[in-house]
């Protein structure tokens, strides 16, 4: 199959992901800390560490679920304007502590999903 169309494809699926998580998860947020986004980025980063980790994935399989799906699915950009939008409206303390906890949170859950998958090679 086509590069391209790999990542096209895999992008397609993990944009609906996100999308689907968006939906389900904003009716918390109530004009306050952005769960769903933050859901999404700290889901993505586990589902790309036990990506990362399974070292026998194909070149068209990383295409289509690291590249593809996981660049779908999370959502750094929409975590910056987030970011941006608490600091706007004087939430400083909220602000650094969605990106300080996305950051810290995120690395651990790529460092859990990398060791799961890196230890059980076969």
């Not at 389900?24 to 004009?31: A, G, I, V």
């Not at 600091?87 to 999903?113: K, P, R």
Request: glycine share 10%; aromatic share 12%.
């Amino acid at each position: 199959m086509n590069k391209i169309a790999l990542v096209f494809l895999g992008g397609g699926i993990g944009s609906i992901c996100r999308h689907l998580i968006s939906v389900s998860l904003t009716p918390l947020e109530h004009d306050a800390f952005p769960f769903a986004t933050f859901a999404a980025n700290l889901m993505g980063c586990l589902i790309i560490g036990l990506l990362v980790g399974k070292v026998n994935l194909s070149s068209q399989m990383n295409l289509l679920l690291v590249t593809g799906f996981c660049g779908g699915f999370t959502t750094f950009s929409t975590f910056s304007k987030e970011s941006l939008f608490l600091f706007e409206h004087h939430q400083t303390v909220l602000a650094l502590l969605y990106i300080f906890s996305s950051i810290i949170i995120g690395t651990i859950l790529v460092w859990l999903g990398y060791a799961i998958t890196h230890n059980t090679k076969t």
